[in-house]
């Protein structure tokens, strides 16, 4: 499946967004772990969150990488 980013046309109606096509189950996952990423970052204090968001895209590429 290809991942299909946010266009800011979202619905509401039926399974899907008809602004990206995501399914609704899929955006609100996609929004969960993203509050859990937030959640940590602001537990952690972190200033440099442009560092922080740098190192969770490098960590979530490799870790899709190393997967069997």
């Known amino acids: 499946m290809k991942f299909n980013p946010c266009t800011g ?3 509401q109606e039926g399974t899907h967004c ?3 096509g995501r399914s609704h ?3 609100a996952g ?3 772990a993203i509050e859990g990423v937030v959640d940590f970052a602001q537990k952690m204090g972190y200033e440099n969150i442009d560092e ?3 190192g969770v895209v490098g960590g ?3 870790m899709m990488g ?3």
């Open 66 to 68: 190393n997967r069997h």
């Open 25 to 27: 189950e899929e955006i």
């Open 52 to 54: 922080f968001t740098d």
């Open 9 to 11: 046309k979202c619905t």
């Open 18 to 20: 008809e602004g990206c």
């Open 60 to 62: 979530v590429k490799y």
């Open 30 to 32: 996609m929004k969960a």
